[in-house]
């Protein structure tokens, strides 16, 4: 195995700086990939992590420095070059076409036949074979707005396998998936490694990262401030070179808990497909209580959010906030009633990309006081909250006039929910609060949790982390196929319990 001679790297960065205005994302950062290996890429959020993996990949041009494949110095101009000379990224936010299927998702702009005729069959075929071939099932005729997050990743992976690259960059491809596809995925990258391929993998994640990594490299502020190669850096010290200091894990003190905030009776919900997907769910959440929902992805806790923020009709069924009915269907009577929410599609639900931050700040309420007097928005006022609210979530920026498209993911989720909490609601929906955040902000974000929990905000959390579950929640609930299988205060279940009924292995 031992080769006296050293691999040429797949992928070498040298020196890359890349500005941003005043801002500096990427400050002389090398960086290289070798065939066979995971290089994990650490940092905070907007420490510069995205910025460089779309440089690698030809979606941003570096203000300095060099890229080379096997040795041999590359002109990326567009991502076109980049995939032809190996190189495959699968972005933080996928690049998928929902109304084509998989396969034609997977051969876009590379299809076979001739040009004007697509051979749809022979790709099905191709797609197919791939797919197993690489461990990565999916259906080739499925439409992409019909399958899963984590099917359309595979989509992503396969897109570029099938244009043969052999450096895969993979921007956060955890941060979507629940835990036991996040098992899948890891194994499917570390076979893909063993067969010669290199990859990079950007995750928050740092046990994720210490397990499955050959090397680690992190960035602080645009700068790389450690390499670690396997086995050399637990995750507490990991933490410590992102961040700069210590991290803690938050723990809830326990809080009384007032009366009746959300009430939710016989709730039914038909998916998207009109399958059933809540079927008689009840339960409550109290002032200054965090209901913890529990459970495998798609056992019903999007359509449950979906009809809590007004987005989705149920069957039947009754939710009432604070004793009165919740207005179905009706986002903006629903944000009336105090109900806020933070979307796990941060994307769809969230922001608007090309708005600036002040203006997405003020999207719930710009027709209301503070933001807008007798008719007229209040400009000042609004950048002015916007501003303080930002510096308490620690969203960095570099102004409210930045557009939200140019924050990095982590700081996209941090500004919603600085958004979403600045309307002092009564109730929070929260699914997935802290996904894509480093530790230092998930540390922030709880503390903020807990505070507005202490203040009488009642707080319906979703989350795939059994971690932050349990951390935060004063009750805990386990959707299993729609139906409500567990709901018991915190004290009372661990981590096994919720493990079995997450299987459907416990009764009420
Ligand atoms: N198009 C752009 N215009 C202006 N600034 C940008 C642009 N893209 C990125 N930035 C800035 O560059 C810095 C690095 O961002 P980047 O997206 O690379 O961070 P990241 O490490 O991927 O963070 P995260 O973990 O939150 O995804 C941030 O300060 C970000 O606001
Ligand atoms: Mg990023």
């Known amino acids: ?17 890349k500005r941003f205005g005043n801002l500096v994302a990427n400050s002389d950062v090398s960086l290289d990939v070798r065939p066979g290996e995971i290089h994990a890429l650490l940092g905070e959020n907007g420490a510069g992590k995205s910025t460089l993996m779309n440089i690698a990949a030809g979606y941003a041009r570096a203000d300095e420095g060099r890229i080379e494949v096997r040795g041999v110095p590359q002109e990326f101009r567009l991502p076109a070059d980049a995939i032809a000379a190996g190189i495959g990224m699968v972005h933080q936010h996928f690049h998928l076409v929902d109304r084509l299927t998989v396969a034609e998702n997977i051969v876009l702009n590379d299809e076979p036949g001739s ?28 439409l992409v707005a019909d399958i899963s997050v984590a099917m359309q990743q595979r ?17 956060e491809p955890t941060a979507v998936l629940a835990p036991a596809e996040v098992r899948d995925l890891l194994t499917v990258i570390r076979s893909l490694a063993d067969s010669g391929v290199g990859i990079v993998l950007i995750t928050h994640k740092l046990d994720e990262a210490t397990l499955v990594a050959d090397r680690l490299s992190v960035l602080r502020s645009g700068e790389i401030v450690a390499r670690f190669d396997r086995g050399d850096a637990s995750p507490a010290e990991l933490a410590q070179e992102m961040v700069g200091r210590e991290i803690h894990t938050v723990v809830a003190r326990p809080h009384a808990v007032g009366a009746t905030v959300l009430s939710v009776t016989d ?14 769910v009840s339960f409550e959440v109290g002032e200054s209580e965090i209901v ?109 006039d930045a557009l939200a498209k140019e924050l990095s993911g ?27 955040l480093d530790v230092g902000s998930i540390e922030t974000v709880h503390g903020r949790l807990l505070k507005h929990r202490d203040e009488g905000c009642g707080i319906l959390l979703v989350s795939f982390e059994l971690d932050e579950i349990l951390a935060l929640s004063t009750r805990v609930v386990v959707l299993f196929e729609g139906r409500v299988v567990l709901d018991r205060p915190r004290s009372e279940v661990s981590r096994e319990i919720l493990g079995a009924a997450m299987t459907g292995a416990v009764a009420a």
């Open 410 to 436: 982590g700081n996209q989720q941090k500004l919603i929910l600085a958004r979403e909490m600045f309307t002092s609601p009564r109730l929070l929906l929260a699914s997935q609060p802290t996904r894509g």
């Open 115 to 142: 040009a004007v005729l697509i051979d749809y069959k022979a790709a099905n075929g191709e797609v197919r074979d791939l797919s197993e071939r690489m461990g990565l099932p999916v259906d080739p005729k499925a």
């Open 267 to 280: 709730l039914e919900v038909d998916d998207s497909r009109g399958v059933p997907a809540l079927r008689g």
């Open 1 to 17: 195995m031992f080769s006296a001679l050293p691999t040429v790297p797949l992928l070498s960065l040298t020196g890359i700086t």
């Open 292 to 400: 913890g929902i529990a459970g495998v992805d798609g056992n019903g806790q999007a359509e449950l959010v979906g009809v809590l923020a007004g987005l989705v009709t149920p069957n039947s069924g009754r939710a009432t906030v604070a004793g009165e009915p919740l207005a179905f269907e009706h986002p903006r009577s629903i944000a009336r009633q105090g109900v806020a929410h933070v979307p796990a599609d941060r994307r769809k639900y969230g922001l608007v990309a090309d708005f600036t931050l002040a203006d997405n700040f003020a999207l719930r309420g710009y027709y209301t006081a503070p933001f807008s007097k007798r008719g007229f928005l209040q400009r000042g006022v609004i950048d002015s909250l916007c501003a303080e609210n930002m510096a308490h979530y620690g969203v960095k920026a570099r102004g409210v």
């Open 155 to 171: 989509v992503e992976i396969l897109k570029t396998l099938y244009r043969k690259a052999d450096v895969l960059l993979l921007d």
